[in-house]
């Protein structure tokens, strides 16, 4: 599982409401992403990271921020979370190559009511 | 831009038949493609991937996968279903920057 958990693992909030998601990995890798999740559309890309305090947007990035203060955490902040938000994310890792596999961890069930 | 485009939604197959996900890409430097899957309320897992060396791969679980640059396909192969390869299953591409898009997945149901 590349030492990999995601918390909470599920959670429901209200319209409006900040959440904050968070990833911890344990084998130094570099790189982490966040994805969501929808039927019919596989994974897409929210953000990524490529170092302590680097970090770029991805495919589907508006109404998310994230930070990474250390190597092994990375967050995801919905700052007013809306209904389309409601998903499951996953975070993800790898080590150095861009040929490299990306490692999954075990994804957070968000239900924004 | 990449893409990736699963040529079906759904898939299914009687235990013990083979399996055939199919899987076309779209990329403007030599790709790296993978599959994973996906079995219910869990993560993704890997079972195979492509970067640039033999055309034919082999991954877990039975399964391999083909590279075809002239068809720009990355099919999924397993010679004989089992029960417990029911899942979903996602083929990707990847860039030089490490890029990944996937497709939109293909759920495999394997009848007894």
């Known amino acids: 599982d590349a030492g990999i958990t995601q918390s909470p693992r599920h959670k429901v909030t209200e319209t409006g409401t900040p959440v904050t998601l968070r990833c911890h990995q344990t084998?130094?890798?570099?790189?982490m992403y966040w994805y969501r999740q929808d039927p019919g559309h596989g994974l897409r890309l929210i953000h990524y990271?490529?170092?302590?305090?680097?970090?770029d947007k991805g495919e589907v990035s508006d109404g998310y921020s994230v930070s990474r203060s250390k190597t092994e955490d990375f967050l995801l902040t919905l700052e007013s979370a809306t209904s389309s938000q409601t998903s499951v994310y996953f975070c993800?890792?790898?080590?150095?190559?861009?040929?490299?596999?990306?490692?999954f961890g075990p994804g957070t069930r968000l239900t924004v009511l | 831009a990449q893409s990736v485009t699963q040529l079906d939604s759904h898939v299914s197959v009687s235990e013990g038949t083979p399996v055939l996900l199919r899987c076309n890409y779209s990329?403007?430097?030599?790709?790296?493609l993978f599959w994973y899957v996906q079995h219910p309320n869990k993560g993704l897992q890997l079972l195979l991937k492509?970067?640039?060396?033999?055309?034919l791969v082999k991954g877990i679980n039975g399964f391999e996968a083909e590279f075809k640059k002239s068809e720009t396909s990355f099919h999924l192969t397993k010679p004989s279903a089992h029960m417990s390869d029911a899942a979903e299953y996602f083929c990707?591409?990847?860039?030089?920057?490490?890029?990944?898009?996937f497709g939109a997945g293909t759920r495999l149901t394997v009848k007894p």
């Open positions: 993800a890792v790898r080590q150095g190559t861009s040929t490299d596999t990306q490692y």
């Open positions: 084998e130094n890798h570099r790189y």
């Open positions: 990271s490529y170092g302590v305090k680097d970090t």
């Open positions: 990329s403007s430097y030599s790709p790296s």
């Open positions: 492509y970067t640039s060396a033999a055309t």
């Open positions: 990707v591409v990847s860039d030089l920057n490490n890029d990944m898009r």
